[in-house]
């Protein structure tokens, strides 16, 4: 005798209806639990349908990301998924061959597989570059002319944007600026954490209403904490509206380390005039150009990157970065309503020049920003090794 899955009646095997599910024999009273059983074997068929077409993901993925730095739940979602897995010796292993068709990998809760939970809401996603000659921006340049656009069409009053201190090279100085000036003065990337918010909180006492803010992910993080949470010092202060305009960010670095490295590959701080992380490089270029493998920087990482898992600043307006473009154009994420708007009328009147990122693209955003997001599944391997915090 037999149990039924689906009403725990007892039914007698010889006449009961019949279903084989990962190679087990399962036997119903009726046609009516049949068809609720066999449900499942019909939801993992279309999952894999689903999937055909989408990149291979094998088992193996499933283990080097989330089974073996011990991230894995043991919720047996992939086990339940697949009928060649199995939970062995308290972690889900192959009993058989694997086809790499995904499924246990988009079951786990700890695999992160959907564009939105990878680079928060996106409406449209282009490349484009400053069409603007005095502009000498990181990559397109585009956020520098984003920023002239909304002051000289009287959009925004102000902006809080971060330039070199005149004193100290490359050390970033958070400012308001509120002329075409000050904003090219803030064109291109530093590296190091910017005190922005205080400038931000200086602004608004100095009377702008409308300021365009620009920064990574955590500075973005805190505008929005500062307006949307209930103790937000801007929760009730409606007087003020903030343009968001986030920076893709990977990594920031300590300054004082970040000076003795450049200045110990033989290059004063004080002649660079540009620094660029891409593809896995930190490139710097004086009168020469120099590139590193960014490993060779992760001692100087600020601890906070070692837990931020937000590449794309998924709460800004817009997000702009390099990732995913071609040399000397902006990849631009539009988030909000306004955001597409403005950019797209920054366009129309001739600030910069817009194109539809190509889907490789987009997928080179999205394998980075993967990357960002499960930094944090590491940090028991970097602790247990001594590479960590």
């Not at 991230?71 to 694997?98: D, Y």
């Not at 990337?189 to 400038?199: A, D, F, G, R």
């Not at 794309?312 to 473009?325: H, I, R, W, Y």
Request: glycine fraction near 8%; hydrophobic fraction near 35%.
């Amino acid at each position: 005798m037999a149990i039924d899955p689906i009403c725990k009646t007892t039914v007698d095997e010889k006449t009961a209806f019949k279903s084989v599910y990962k190679n087990k024999d399962y036997y119903f009273c009726s046609e009516n639990c049949k068809q609720k059983f066999d449900e499942l074997d019909k939801s993992v068929i279309r999952v894999r349908r689903s999937l055909k077409d989408k990149e291979r993901i094998s088992f193996a993925k499933l283990r080097r990301e989330i089974i073996e730095p011990g991230i894995c739940t043991l919720c047996g979602a992939c086990v339940a998924s697949c009928e060649v897995l199995s939970v062995v010796n308290g972690k889900p292993a192959l009993k058989g061959p694997c086809t790499a068709c995904g499924v246990c990998y988009n079951q786990c809760p700890r695999t992160i597989t959907t564009e939105s939970n990878l680079i928060g809401s996106v409406r449209d996603v282009f490349t484009a570059k400053s069409l603007l000659s005095e502009v000498k921006g990181q990559d397109g340049g585009v956020v520098t002319s984003m920023l002239l656009y909304a002051l000289e069409e009287g959009l925004i009053d102000s902006a809080i944007v971060t330039v070199k201190s005149d004193e100290e090279p490359w050390k970033p100085v958070p400012i308001v600026a509120q002329t075409r000036e000050d904003i090219l003065r803030g064109s291109g990337s530093i590296y190091v954490h910017s005190l922005t918010m205080e400038s931000l909180m200086s602004a608004i006492k100095r009377g702008s209403r409308s300021i365009g803010f620009v920064g990574p992910s955590c500075n973005i993080d805190a505008v929005h904490k500062m307006q949307n949470s209930p103790y937000g010092l801007l929760h009730m202060f409606m007087r003020a509206n903030i343009l968001k305009l986030g920076l893709f960010c990977m990594d920031t670095f300590d300054y004082p380390g970040l000076k003795t490295f450049i200045e110990q590959k033989g290059f004063p701080l004080s002649s660079i005039r540009e620094m660029k992380i891409r593809k896995g490089k930190f490139i710097i270029r004086s009168e020469t150009e120099a590139t590193f493998p960014l490993s060779e920087l992760d001692h100087l990482r600020s601890g906070s990157c070692t837990v931020c898992t937000d590449l794309t600043a998924e709460k800004s307006d817009l997000s702009f970065g390099s990732v995913g473009s071609n040399e000397g154009y902006t990849t631009v994420l539009a988030r909000t309503g306004l955001g597409l708007e403005l950019f797209q009328d920054a366009a129309d009147r001739g600030y910069i020049k817009m194109e539809t990122l190509e889907r490789q693209g987009l997928d080179r955003v999205l394998h980075q920003a993967k990357a960002k997001k499960v930094q944090m599944y590491m940090i028991k391997k970097r602790i247990e090794t001594g590479k960590g915090l």
